[in-house]
């Protein structure tokens, strides 16, 4: 399986993540904005994960190994358990951060220049996520869907660093200037709690895949198939087991034969199994089919 063109999406991410983590703790040092320190410290955590990201994609383009003899597709999930894991666990501490801020009496930022900041940060993450989500999409890539949601979190609380900025500024030309220390306290406190659900998903979807549950998709699919073949073919009845670990599938079928039947030879065998695998669309390589016949109910 070809991951290049995956690899050197990633290669591009971590270049601009790392470009935008240090102007943005830079920024936010520069501005007094805890908020923006937040954004950047983010972004490099970001670059961890998306190296990992990068080197599982170079693993899975290998079909397997002595010791890994289904491949290494299994290393996507936990990536990915792992990168939401982290960036939820970024977000209860910006949370945390934030309450010490509002507690403590808020503090002086350069609204001005943060906000001019924040919009920068907004365009490039929102950009990013759309351009790796739309690649994604077209490779069947877990770990670009990552990424892209990793931008979208980032972009998004660019936004409202933007919008809460821009609030703070009209605050002091108002004559309310004693709320605005907290403007920014409050900014990343919402930011977080409101972030915190999209790195959740992605982590529990991920242990679901760790823990091999049935994705409830291909196992109606499988499901609907063999009821056909069964009919179409007069055999008694089948059992299937489904998994789905990053991009692989694996699906075992095992179908009763009556004993009386006259299934034919091996190539008819075979002819069953490939319409049968057809019909799943288990032609590609990250696919892993096994069908088996058996007259002895015991073995179901």
Not at 206 to 227: F, H
Not at 235 to 255: C, D, M, P, Q, T
Request: aromatic share 8%.
């Amino acid at each position: 399986m070809d991951t290049r063109p995956e690899q050197r999406l990633l290669k591009l991410s971590i270049a601009i993540t790392i470009v935008v983590g240090v102007v943005g703790i830079a920024s936010g040092l520069l501005v007094n904005s805890d908020a923006i320190i937040f954004d950047g410290m983010y972004s490099l955590v970001d670059v961890v994960l998306t190296v990992a990201s990068l080197s599982v994609s170079r693993l899975v383009a290998f079909e397997g190994s002595r010791r890994f003899q289904f491949g290494y597709w299994h290393l996507e999930p936990m990536v990915e358990a792992f990168g939401g894991a982290t960036l939820a666990l970024s977000c209860l501490y910006a949370a945390f951060t934030a309450i010490i801020g509002l507690t403590s009496g808020g503090n002086e930022v350069s609204y001005g220049l943060g906000a001019i900041w924040a919009g920068v940060l907004c365009i490039v993450g929102m950009g990013m996520s759309a351009y790796m989500r739309g690649h994604a999409r077209r490779l069947g890539s877990n770990l670009l869907a990552l990424d892209a949601r990793a931008w979208l979190v980032s972009g998004s609380l660019s936004l409202a660093l933007l919008l809460g900025f821009g609030v703070a500024v009209s605050m002091k030309r108002s004559g309310h200037e004693a709320w605005v220390p907290y403007i920014d306290p409050a900014i990343l406190l919402c930011i977080a709690l409101a972030m915190l659900a999209v790195p959740m998903r992605s982590t529990w979807r991920a242990i679901r895949e760790v823990l091999q549950v049935a994705p409830g998709d291909l196992d109606r699919e499988v499901k609907q198939v063999m009821d056909a073949v069964v009919a179409e073919h007069g055999f008694l009845e089948y059992s299937s087991h489904v998994a789905k670990v990053g991009r692989g599938r694996f699906v075992e079928i095992l179908i009763l034969v009556p004993a009386d039947h006259q299934i034919g030879p091996i190539a008819r065998v075979d002819a069953i199994r490939r319409d049968i695998a057809a019909r799943l669309g288990a032609d590609r390589p990250q696919f892993w089919l096994t069908i088996e016949f058996t007259g002895d109910r015991s073995w179901m």
